[in-house]
């Protein structure tokens, strides 16, 4: 079921406020960002989640007319290339501003028609969980630049880590059996790329019951992990050349040896029970090899998510969330920038899975063993350029991060990514190999 035209209004307003406050705080010289493959212009990216939503929700969907004459060669990630919007005369802060705003403004103005047609209420979900994706990539820009983390004043911060349950230690034994992967078809919204639930058997596995941590990725590194190629895949290792990285990103060692990461423009130790974060696939395959474990592919992933067991083997039932259905709180999961960052492994118990897996849901992105891939029978929804241009060339990442909204995660929700990429919130957990 859609949200209602009030649900639809505040969720507008409230992603747009967002993406304003992740940058509204940066002076003249933080917002002029030199060239990064892997980053956006913070002007560019902001401009252009609002040009989604005006293209789709009022020129598609509502049949208007442009707020700026030349706005498509400006902000349309499709036909402009990534350098290239460094050197678009996009407007000064203060024209983006207007411009972000005045599109806020027009679909708040349909909104409140109270006639929106299916379509038009689609159009503006979609517009939505967009933005959502974009303000998790502003949050991660001012993460690669070292800048302070952001500070929202209609959103509760709370910097105290949560309380931990010791009970999540090593791995669970999921029952082989048939499994639903992806999403049912009275699912209210879900994107292309999870459509639709298909057959899938899964054979026995053991998953880790929490994400592998900074402590325990240390020891890979101080156990020169990054030096010995037989841990590394032939393409891992012609990354790792081409890269030339001892440690993950961020991570530098202090004047004793240790280890410190920096979060934001912060330098602290490394935690002994803090998820990993910004890693690679290729540095979590290589991990997996050392440790004598893998990565979970994305069925077992799921599986071990959403699956309930009659005993012996997993039954009919499959979850939206781990521990059931609604949207998820602050005691099951480390969503919405709530403390600014990952937390402890074993916090956050009651968000556990049937299996008793541990923050499936929030803390960091989990890298599986699975390329992104079309299931069986995909058609591409309105924006078709969301998945079908990455299918072969990434690999999946399940369950959002301390950054992605709550409202638009859920146990089917597939990322997807380059191996190679490490700036965004990744992390992952393991199975045992099986024998």
Partial sequence: MMPDSNRLAEWVSDSRNRSIELI??????????PYIPTINPFLWEMCHLAYFQEFWVLRQGAGKKPSLPDVDDLFDSITIGHEARWRLPIPDREGAFDYVRTVRDRVLELTKTGNLSDQLQYYILYSI?????HTEALTYIRQSLGYPAPKFSHLPVDPKQPQVNDSARGNVLIPGGTFMLGAFQDSPFVFDNEKWSHEVEVKPFAI???AVTERQFAKFVDDNGYERPELWSSEGWKWLQSVQVDCPLYWKRDSNGGWLRRHFDQWDPISEYRAIIHVSWYEAEAFCRWSGQRLPTEVEWEAAASAESDGNNLSNGKRNQPWGDGTPNSSQANLDWRVMGPVDVRAHNEGDSPFGCRQMIGNVWEWTASSFKPFPGFVPDMYQDYSQ?????RKVLRGGCWATRSRLIRNTWRNFYPPARRDVFSGFRTCAINK
Avoid: G, I, N, W
């Fill in 24 to 33: 509204a705080d940066l002076d003249d010289d933080q917002l002029s960002v």
């Fill in 129 to 133: 969980f967009h933005e959502d994706m």
């Fill in 208 to 210: 880790s019951k929490t």
């Fill in 389 to 393: 241009t990455s299918f072969y060339t």
